[in-house]
C-alpha cells in the first residue's frame, strides 16, 4: 500500500469503530502504519488495543469504518491476509499439553509449510529463540520467557510480512523483554512489518513509531522523541518529605494548568501546560510551599500522561 | 474448503492431547467397561434363593415332585409349609416370605384337563422376585414323559402384580440400549468440550489468523471422535458377548451403520452446544441437561409405554430413543435396518438439523 507521496504502509485504517453493546471499545481510529517498522500501541487497560488488533487480524468486524491491511481490504480479504500474516495472541495460545516440537510441527502443517523444509525451518527457529534444550519439554511446564519465545517463533514460522504482537511481554522479566526487542529488531531488519501493543513505556520508547490510545480514542501519535519534543509542556521536579508530597499532590493536580503530577520517591513531577513566560516562577508564586524547583526532560511517560490527562480529570471529579 | 494435510495436522494434535489427558483416556475405557458390567449385572439379578413358602393341598405323589422340584431349582427357598392359602398369603404380606407356592387340591384333574395346574404367588413391590419367579413359571420343571407345563397362570387368585419395571429385563436386553447412554454420555460431551477448550483457552483465536478452515478445524476435531465412539460400541458388544452372552442376530452392516448413524447426530449435539457455551465448564453442565432426559426418557430406563404424553413427546424427540429401538430391533429381534425407516428418519433429520445450526454458529470465522 502506498500513499500518493509514495510511503510505505503495512496498515491503515479509517475512522475504525467497534462496538460491544454500549461500549465503544474502539472509536473513530484512523493510522497509517508505515512497513518494514516497529509500530507501537500504547494504552492501559481496556482502551481497546487488543480489539483495534483483532480488527485488523480479521478476527472481529468492525461496527463501522474500514481497515487495510498488507493492501487487503479486512474483514472481506482476511482469507488472502492469513497466510502472511503472523499473530501473537494476548494470551498464550499454544498447546500447553504438547510438548515444543509438537507445537511447531502442528503450526507448521497448519501454516502450510511444505513438508521437505518443515523440519530444517523448526530446527532454525529452535537454534534461533533458544528452545533446543526445551524441544521435547510440554509447553505448561516452562518459564514465561520460554513460552514468550516459543509463541513468537510459532507466530513468524511460516515468515509472515505482517507480524502483530499483542502485549507480548507482559508476563516476562525484564531481561526476558529486553532479549525479546532484540529479537523484533531482527525480524524488522528482515524486512517484516510489526505492530506491538503494550503498556510498558520503555518498550513504547523502543518503538519507530506509536500510537497512544485510550478509551478505543487515539490520543497522541508519532515518533517517540517527537512526542516527547512536542509535549506542550513543561516538566519540573519538586523536593519534599514523603507526607507533604502526598497533600501538594493533591492541591497541584486540582489546577487546570497543571495536566499531571507524579511522586517519585521524595519528588514531584509536575507538568505545566506550555505557553507561560517564566513557568518557574509562577509554580513557585502559586504554590510557595513547593520551594525551589528544577526543570527536566519529558519523558514518553509524561506524553502519555498529557495525552489521557483529559480523562483523569473527569475521572477524579467523579469520585 | 477442506485439505487432508490440515485435517491430518489437527487429528493428530487432538490424540496427542487426549493421550496426555489421563482423565479423558480412562473415561473413553472406563465408563463404557463400568457400565457395562453394572447395569448389566445389576439387572441381569440372577437372582436365587428367595425365602418361599407352601401349600401342598393335594398332598399327592404329583404335588411332593413339584415341590421338590422348585426346591431343586434354587429359585425359591422352600422354607415353611402352610396347611391353608391364607397362611400363605399372610406370610406373604408380613414379608416373612417373598413367594409361595400353592398346590390345589385338584391337581391331577387341572393337569389332565390342561388347565392352570398350580401357583406362586409372590410379592408384586419387588420387581426382582417377580422376574425371577415368572422366568421360573415359563420353564418345564419336569423332563421326559413326566413334563408338566405350568406355563398356563390365567387362573390365579392373587395376580403376580409387579409395582415396577413391569417389562422383564435381563442383560441382553439392556446392553443394545446401553450402546446409546455411553456414547451420549462421552461423546456429546468429550466433543462439546473439546471444541470449547479451543475457545476458552484461546488457541481458536490464534487458529483463525492461520489459513486452516472452520470446516477443517471441526472436521480435525470430531475425527478422533468418531474413531472412540466406535471403540466404545466395539467394547460393549465385545463384552456382551464374551460376559452376558448376547446374541447378536441382526447384520454387523446394520448395526454398523445404526451406530455410525447415532455417533453423527451425538457429535453433531456436541457440536451445537459447544457453539453456544463459553467455558468448558457450561458445556458439561448443557450436556447433563441434555444427558439426563436421554437416560430416563429413552425407554432405556422406564418403558416407553409408561410414560405420560409429555414424556413421550420429549423421548421422541431423542435420538438416542430411536437408536435404542434400533439396536434392539436389530441385534435382538434380527430386524433389517430398512425394517425400521421412521427411527432412521428421524436418526438423519435429527443430524441434519443440528448440524446445519452448529454450522450456522460458528462458518463465520470470527471471534463473534
Ligand atoms: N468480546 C467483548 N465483548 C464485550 N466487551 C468487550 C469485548 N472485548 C473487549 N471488550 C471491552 O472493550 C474494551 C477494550 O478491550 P480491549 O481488550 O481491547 O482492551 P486492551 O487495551 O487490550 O486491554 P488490556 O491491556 O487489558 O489487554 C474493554 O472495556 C473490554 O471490556
Ligand atoms: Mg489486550
Not at chain 1, 482502551?47 to 472481506?76: D, F, H, M, N, Q
Not at chain 1, 508476563?171 to 529486553?178: H, T
Not at chain 1, 526532560?297 to 489521557?308: G, H, S
Not at chain 2, 471422535?225 to 463384552?239: N, S
Request: charged share 20%.
Amino acid at each position: 500500500m502506498t500513499d500518493a507521496a509514495g510511503r510505505n504502509y503495512c496498515i491503515r485504517t479509517d475512522k475504525l469503530t467497534r462496538k460491544f453493546g454500549d461500549l465503544t471499545a474502539v472509536d473513530h481510529l484512523s493510522l497509517n502504519i508505515p512497513a518494514g517498522e516497529i509500530y507501537g500501541f500504547l494504552g492501559p487497560n481496556g482502551s481497546g488495543k487488543s480489539t483495534s488488533i483483532r480488527l485488523i487480524c480479521g478476527l472481529l468486524s468492525p461496527s463501522s469504518g474500514k481497515v487495510e491491511a498488507l493492501g487487503y481490504s479486512i474483514p472481506r480479504q482476511a482469507e488472502k491476509l492469513k497466510s502472511r500474516l503472523g499473530y501473537m495472541t494476548q494470551k498464550f495460545s499454544l498447546y500447553q499439553d504438547l510438548s515444543v516440537d509438537e507445537n511447531l510441527r502442528f503450526i507448521a502443517s497448519i501454516q502450510g509449510l511444505p513438508k521437505k523444509i518443515r523440519e530444517s525451518r523448526i530446527r532454525e527457529l529452535r537454534r534461533q529463540f533458544h528452545l533446543e534444550k526445551n524441544r521435547d519439554q510440554l509447553t505448561g511446564t516452562m518459564s514465561g520467557g520460554q513460552k514468550q519465545r516459543l509463541a513468537l517463533a510459532a507466530a513468524i514460522i511460516h515468515n509472515p510480512s505482517l507480524l502483530i504482537l499483542d502485549e507480548p511481554t507482559s508476563a516476562v522479566d525484564p531481561e526476558s523483554r529486553r532479549e525479546f526487542w532484540e529479537y523484533l529488531f531482527e525480524l524488522v531488519g528482515q524486512g517484516m512489518s510489526i505492530l506491538v501493543s503494550t503498556h510498558y513505556m520503555d518498550e513504547a520508547e523502543r518503538c519507530h513509531r506509536l500510537a497512544i490510545i485510550q478509551k478505543g480514542r487515539l490520543r497522541a501519535e508519532g515518533e517517540p522523541r517527537k512526542l516527547m519534543s512536542g509535549l506542550g509542556a513543561e516538566v519540573f521536579l519538586a523536593h519534599g518529605r514523603s507526607d507533604e508530597l502526598i497533600h501538594w499532590r493533591k492541591e497541584l493536580v486540582s489546577h487546570n494548568d497543571i495536566p499531571g503530577c507524579t511522586q517519585i520517591g521524595n519528588s514531584l513531577r509536575i507538568m505545566i501546560t506550555s505557553g507561560r513566560k517564566n513557568p518557574e516562577a509562577w509554580l513557585s508564586s502559586t504554590f510557595p510551599f513547593l520551594g525551589k524547583v528544577e526543570q527536566t526532560r519529558p519523558n514518553l511517560e509524561d506524553v502519555f500522561v498529557k495525552a489521557t490527562h483529559q480523562d483523569h480529570i473527569q475521572e477524579e471529579g467523579r469520585l | 474448503m477442506i485439505r487432508t494435510d490440515k485435517i491430518r495436522a489437527m487429528v493428530y494434535k487432538e490424540l496427542k492431547q487426549l493421550q496426555r489427558d489421563r482423565l479423558t483416556a480412562a473415561m473413553v475405557f472406563g465408563i463404557p467397561v463400568m457400565q457395562l458390567l453394572l447395569f448389566g449385572f445389576a439387572i441381569n439379578y440372577n437372582v436365587r434363593n428367595i425365602p418361599a413358602a407352601w401349600c401342598d393341598q393335594a398332598e399327592s405323589v404329583k404335588s411332593r415332585q413339584i415341590i421338590q422340584d422348585i426346591q431343586a431349582g434354587q429359585v425359591l427357598d422352600l422354607q415353611i409349609q402352610t396347611r391353608t392359602p391364607e397362611e400363605l398369603r399372610q406370610l406373604i404380606q408380613s414379608g416373612k416370605v417373598r413367594a409361595g407356592v400353592l398346590i390345589p387340591q385338584d391337581l391331577s384333574s387341572r393337569l389332565q384337563d390342561n388347565r392352570s395346574s398350580f401357583q406362586i404367588l409372590t410379592d408384586g413391590s419387588s420387581s426382582v422376585v417377580t422376574g425371577a419367579v415368572t422366568s421360573l413359571a415359563s420353564l418345564p420343571l419336569y423332563q421326559g414323559e413326566h413334563s408338566i407345563d405350568y406355563r398356563n397362570q390365567e387362573a390365579l387368585p392373587i395376580q403376580v402384580l409387579p409395582l415396577y419395571n413391569p417389562e422383564q429385563r435381563t442383560a441382553v436386553e439392556v446392553i443394545p440400549g446401553l450402546i446409546g447412554i455411553i456414547l451420549t454420555m462421552t461423546l456429546m460431551l468429550f466433543t462439546a468440550i473439546a471444541l470449547v477448550r479451543e475457545t476458552e483457552h484461546g488457541s481458536m483465536e490464534m487458529l483463525i489468523t492461520t489459513p486452516v478452515s472452520p470446516m477443517e478445524i471441526i472436521i480435525g476435531k470430531l475425527l478422533p471422535y468418531i474413531g472412540i465412539g466406535i471403540f466404545q460400541t466395539i467394547l460393549v458388544f465385545l463384552l456382551g458377548i464374551l460376559v452376558f452372552r448376547l446374541p447378536v442376530n441382526g447384520r454387523i452392516t446394520d448395526i454398523a451403520l445404526a451406530v455410525l448413524m447415532f455417533i453423527s447426530s451425538t457429535l453433531s449435539m456436541g457440536l451445537l452446544i459447544s457453539s453456544f457455551v463459553k467455558t468448558q465448564f457450561q458445556a458439561v453442565q448443557v450436556s447433563i441437561f441434555i444427558l439426563l432426559p436421554s437416560i430416563l426418557l429413552s425407554g432405556f430406563v422406564f418403558p416407553y409405554e409408561g410414560m405420560p404424553a409429555f414424556a413421550r413427546g420429549l423421548s421422541k424427540i431423542l435420538p438416542v430413543t430411536h437408536f435404542i429401538e434400533l439396536m434392539r430391533g436389530i441385534v435382538l429381534r434380527g430386524a433389517g435396518i430398512a425394517e425400521m425407516p421412521l427411527q432412521i428418519g428421524v436418526l438423519l433429520l435429527f443430524i441434519v438439523i443440528t448440524m446445519s445450526l452448529a454450522w450456522l454458529r460458528m462458518r463465520n470465522k470470527q471471534l463473534d
